[in-house]
């Protein structure tokens, strides 16, 4: 027997089988093509689309194209196979600018140059490599570092619904997140947004990307749906690279996941595909997996990668597939409260449906401050229990409670008055953010600070050495 001759690259074909969607099948390919192959699809005019093979059957392959099949003749097209992944540039050279969902320009700046490149689809990071998340990310936002605190290489996503204001806070904590003064990146993802929404998220973190600090790309609503489902992949391609070969502590933000999830459920439709869940595909797990398991940090390499992925729930159902996927792969979750918004709050944030599972090995002696990790679940218990007094109030009447029963009912708007709440520009510090959390809990009875260590209440607690506890 003679070995077959290797194929010689680019393979090309004349003519398409026929176009669904975003799709075009070509005929012909056996042996020749391979799963995730660019190809170049070339039309009369001379117009080239590039797309990604998505499925080879026997003889024919199904490829995506990113920029549609609008106008495009079956029968007229030339279409030709390169042999590899797509791929991107890698380096610095995508920071302090702007660029398309597909890495294209758009500050009218040159295209982004390198001598390597990186496929975009990446791989998720093996856990026998992997190194337990520790050290905080500070986001200036009291709500998340006093209480859900991010800590490097972790996975804490933003649940909201339609009408709060999640990409306010997905931008404020894009501009202000920091690791401490060591060298620190952030890379914004944005998805399916309106134009609008797009210049605002531009508008907003225009200082941190004209620092050199930022990489933003922008998916708007009328690009081609198929770009969207590239554009985390190649924002978390650029992040890897500065993450794990240039030593940085990187952040990706990636909003909204929800569009991301629409744009999988719309190729896997006019791929024929069998529904799974609300008309979603049965791999969306899988495929969202592939996505926040490339963060974390990687043991005897300095730098991390930590994904704050943000969606929004159809009618505040966190039940829907896009959360509850999302929640049994992440670690953790920020959710967004309506009613707090509605009461002006801002960030509208659900304490007691938030939590982020890895802020103990990121907080405490040596990180943040040893009385951070006792303060918070001090104040968490006291929204629990606060919450229990304002039902019990609403039973039997405010003048019947106890003193204790008003105390936690004082302390729950201080809470939300004096610690939750503050302007979507205000960036605190750590040390601010704790001083207000004792500020708030000293409305409770000294009795009361069940979970705090008696040598803290005495070290930070004014209030208590002045008799104010009651």
Known sequence: MTEAEPVQLPVTFTGAKSTNGPLVVIGGVEGQVGWDDLASVTLPSGEVRRGLVLE????????????????????????????????????????????????????????????????????????????????????????????????????????????????????????????????????????????????????????????????????????????????????????????????????????????????????????????????????????????????????????????????????????????????YITEGQIVLEPELHTAGIYPPVDVLNSLSRMMRKGTGEGRTRADHPPLAAQMIAGIARSQQSRDLSDLIGAAALTDTDRSYLDFAAAFAAQFVNQGVTETRTLDQTLQLAWNVVSILPRRELTMIPAADIDKYDTDGKDGKHG
């Open 56 to 327: 080879i059957h026997h003889d024919l392959a199904v490829v995506q194209l990113l920029q549609g099949t609008s106008g495009i003749d079956p029968g007229t097209v030339t279409v030709s196979f390169e042999g590899r992944p797509l791929e991107i540039p890698v380096g610095e050279g995508w920071l302090g600018r702007v660029w398309t969902g597909m890495g294209e320009p758009l500050d009218g700046g040159p295209p982004m140059l390198s001598a390597q490149t990186r496929p975009v689809n990446g791989s998720p990071i093996n856990p026998t490599v992997r190194s337990v998340p520790a050290d905080p990310i500070l986001t200036g936002i009291s709500i998340i570092d006093g209480l859900t605190t991010l800590v490097r290489g972790q996975k804490l996503p933003i649940f909201s619904s339609a009408g709060l204001p999640h990409l306010e806070l997905a931008a404020q904590l894009a501009a202000q997140a920091n690791a401490g003064g060591e060298p620190f990146k952030v890379v914004f993802a944005a998805m399916g947004l309106p134009h609008a929404d797009a210049a605002t998220i531009r508008d907003v973190l225009e200082a941190r990307s004209t620092s050199g600090d930022l990489a933003l790309f922008l998916d708007t609503a009328d690009d081609p749906v198929v770009q969207r489902i590239l554009t985390p992949r190649i924002a978390l391609t650029v992040a890897e690279y500065l993450a794990f070969e240039c030593d940085q502590h990187v952040l990706v933000v990636l909003a909204d996941m929800t569009s991301y999830c629409e744009a999988v459920r719309e190729v896997s439709a006019a791929r024929g595909e069998m529904p799974g869940r609300r008309a979603y595909p049965s791999y969306l797990y899988s495929d969202l997996a592939s996505i926040y398991e490339r963060c974390g940090r990687i043991r005897g390499k300095p730098g991390s990668l930590t994904l704050v992925p943000v969606l929004t729930m159809p009618a505040n159902d966190i039940t829907h597939p896009v959360p509850d996927l999302t929640g």
